[in-house]
Nanobody, 125 residues
């Protein structure tokens, strides 16, 4: 299963930006939770937002609450992070994450954790 992010780029402080993540595979899979993480230069990777399998529950890092919104479309295996009122401190590489069950044999699933390649978001102040 591959996760492909898109939507990163250079924006100004106060602007909005939308990141997208799409999951694809030649095999049958079922995604459990999905999340966005980010890693700023010289810092550890941190969770930004997470959404449950049904999309009914979300949680956010304190630093982005009220500004970012995570959503997903299970029919399309996609996830979106809507970033509003971005700040310079939001500058980072953003990674899409999913944990899922991949069909490897008839009626046999393997649990996997998958990461995207990352997309750079740069916010100028």
């Amino acid at each position: 299963v591959q996760l492909v992010e898109s939507g990163g780029g250079l924006v100004q402080a106060g602007d909005s930006l939308t990141l997208s993540c799409a999951a694809a595979s030649g095999s049958t899979f079922s995604i459990r939770s999905m999340a966005w993480y980010r890693q700023a230069p010289g810092k550890q990777r941190e969770m930004v937002a997470r959404i449950t399998s049904g999309g009914s529950r979300t949680n956010y890092a304190d630093s982005v609450k009220g500004r970012f919104t995570i959503s997903r479309d299970n029919a399309k295996n996609t996830m979106v992070l809507q970033m509003n009122s971005v700040k310079a401190e939001d500058t980072a590489v953003y990674y899409c994450y999913a944990d899922l069950d991949l069909l490897v044999y008839p009626q046999v699933y393997r649990y996997l954790e998958v990461w995207g390649q990352g997309t750079l978001v740069t916010v100028s102040s």
